[in-house]
């Protein structure tokens, strides 16, 4: 680990050009952010998410705590924390273009205030057929083009396996280069255990020929192929299910690190997975091999981190004309009474008006189940997105205390309503009563490592430039190595990493000596595509300026060095300054390319988390 500060300045990086877009911020914390609330949410601390639209789906907005009442069971509880978030957007134009930044130079100021929500794109080939696959990367790829300044957004794919695409980010561009790499895997497949249309046609045509060749006559070995085919359905769907809980319980733990409510917009052909199942589902997901104790798993999950789920059906409209609907949510309690919509995956025997009618079923469960909105029958999905990030961008978030506090594991129904109004509540159903805590041994306080995990949105607290480019001369083979990861091996880069700290958000106090002291943590690490770190260096330092020195820093921020070797192949930099002095953080993600040694996004915009 290196770290330096000193009194020596970077010319290049005169932090002031960096900070004209914050002027019109008014925001109370540093950088225009709100303070964030964090809850447990168990039986002892119940957080709730609410959405109220009108009936045209606009937001509600300027609702107080007293306009709400909220039972759980039946019973009346009492709201102990209140608070609006709103969306934050801007007339066309207004946002002015970052300044251009010299090379290998970059900043964590966000181009345009953020939304208080993040929304996750995934991108579903473990349950969507190929050609529908098609039709939503291209619908993606429109939507991004002209994607509201400020959302902030991160994809994912679901394959054989959750993989990661593209980080938390307002920069379009990023969205883009990253779903059109074919290294990223967001690109049509089709996964073994996936039933398309043409797999149950074929099914019904092989059994409908042999029928016919036995003039109509259903034999004991025509209905053992067709049970045949059932168990290998049955053993898919139950093997598809399970993969994709497992995908988003590790998506659920990944966003729970991100603050507030996160829009999980999930395109695909089939939803298998229910969150909050009724006791005939439970009975129907035992016959499909589909476990209780991993549905739970996954609900407890999903409730603790906040995640709002948005399905949208990727086959677009369906040609049945009993079906057509006005695509909107689901207006039920959120608990099917049936078991019809787990079996959503295996349907086919008794048609496809059936199928798709389970899928609407369970693409509204779900949604209720989470405080989402279902999508369906419709082929603008642009629409459907712009809708889902609206949706989600404006809410109201309530915190309780329950009147029943015991951690009896049962499902506890949550009820929302407005005192006054006729408006539409969208809001998490219920939650599991799960002691979610676990003794686990404390480590040191370290406030940067969690904030540093790879793809996370950026924090803006505390802003700052920094500069990345490689050193000049590069260091010699028997050199002291840079970073703390003791079992970095093959051809690495040397690379320097100058920040500039703008000062104001630094907490520098006066001394009778006529200095000003203050502390401050820097931090790096360096992930692979695949998420795995490759290196890292941080350190604290605290800073005793004297006059002259304070005078400097006043005109230009707080400089900061390190050093850090990396290989030679595509890293993804995490940086991240935390002040001790007011407990506010900065980060910013920057991905390297080996072969031009620089960053390869553009250096006038945050390259990949804001």
Request: net charge neutral; aromatic share 8%; charged share 20%.
């Amino acid at each position: 680990m290196r770290l330096r500060i000193s009194s020596r300045f970077v010319p290049v990086m005169v932090f002031s050009c960096c900070v004209a877009p914050l002027t019109a911020q008014t925001d109370s914390a540093p950088g225009g952010q709100r303070p964030d609330y964090t809850f447990k949410t168990n039986a002892n601390a119940v957080v709730v998410d609410v959405v109220v639209t009108k009936g045209s789906g606009e937001p509600v907005p300027a609702l107080r705590k007293q306009d709400f009442r909220v039972l759980e069971d039946g019973k009346p509880q009492t709201i102990d924390f209140f608070e609006e978030h709103t969306a934050k957007t801007l007339p066309p134009g207004a946002v002015s273009p970052m300044p251009k930044m010299p090379p290998d130079v970059y900043t964590n100021v966000p181009p345009a205030p953020e939304s208080d929500s993040v929304n996750v794109l995934l991108l579903d080939s473990l349950n969507t057929e190929q050609q529908d696959q098609i039709y939503v990367h291209q619908q993606i790829l429109d939507f991004l083009k002209n994607m509201r300044p400020g959302t902030r957004a991160a994809i994912f794919t679901l394959g054989s396996k959750l993989r990661f695409v593209q980080g938390f980010t307002t920069d379009t561009s990023l969205l883009l280069a990253a779903l059109n790499d074919k290294k990223n895997g967001a690109f049509p497949q089709t996964e073994p255990v996936f039933r398309s249309r043409s797999d149950r046609a074929d099914d019904q045509q092989e059994v409908a020929t042999l029928t016919a060749m036995m003039n109509g006559h259903m034999t004991l070995g025509i209905a053992a192929i067709a049970d045949s085919q059932r168990d290998f359905a049955i053993f898919q769907y139950g093997a598809r299910t399970m993969m994709t809980l497992e995908a988003l319980n590790y998506l659920a733990r990944y966003l729970a690190d991100v603050p507030g409510r996160k829009n999980l917009i999930w395109f695909a052909s089939s939803f298998p997975v229910i969150i909050f199942p009724s006791s005939a589902q439970s009975q129907t997901m035992s016959e499909v091999r589909v476990y209780a104790s991993a549905v739970k798993k996954t609900a407890d999950l999903m409730t603790g981190s906040r995640v709002a789920v948005y399905p949208v059906a990727a086959e677009g409209m369906m040609n049945d004309h009993w079906m057509e609907a006005d695509g909107g949510g689901s207006s039920g309690s959120g608990r099917a009474s049936g078991g019809g919509a787990a079996l959503n995956g295996i349907a086919g025997f008794g048609g496809e008006n059936d199928r798709r009618a389970m899928q609407i079923m369970a693409m509204k469960q779900l949604a209720d189940d989470t405080g989402g909105k279902a999508f369906y029958n419709t082929n603008d999905l642009n629409a459907a997105m712009q809708h889902a990030i609206d949706d989600g961008s404006h809410y109201y978030t309530l915190a309780y205390s329950p009147t029943n506090q015991k951690m009896d594991g049962k499902y506890r129904r949550i009820e929302v309503k407005l005192t006054a109004g006729k408006y539409k509540l969208a809001y998490r159903r219920g939650y599991n009563a799960d002691d979610t805590t676990r003794a686990e041994a404390k480590p040191e306080f370290d406030p940067l490592r969690p904030l540093l995990k790879f793809g996370l949105p950026g924090v803006t607290q505390l802003l700052y430039g920094v500069r990345v480019a490689p050193a000049a001369p590069q260091p010699g083979p028997n050199a002291e190595p840079a970073g703390m990861n003791p079992k970095l091996t093959g051809p690495t880069t040397r690379y320097n990493v100058d920040f500039m700290i703008r000062w104001t958000d630094v907490k520098l106090e006066p001394t009778p000596q006529g200095t000003h002291r203050g502390t401050i943590q820097v931090g790096l690490i360096a992930y692979d595509r695949d998420g795995h770190a490759v290196n890292w260096a941080g350190g604290t330092q605290g800073m005793n300026l004297d006059p002259d020195v304070y005078a400097g820093i006043q005109k230009s921020g707080i400089p900061a060095h390190m050093e850090i070797d990396l290989p030679n192949t595509d890293v993804y930099l995490e940086t991240g300054v935390y002040d001790w002095g007011t407990s506010q953080a900065g980060t910013l993600e920057i991905p390297l390319h080996p072969v031009t040694a620089t960053a390869t996004a553009a250096p006038q915009t945050a390259p990949s988390k804001n």
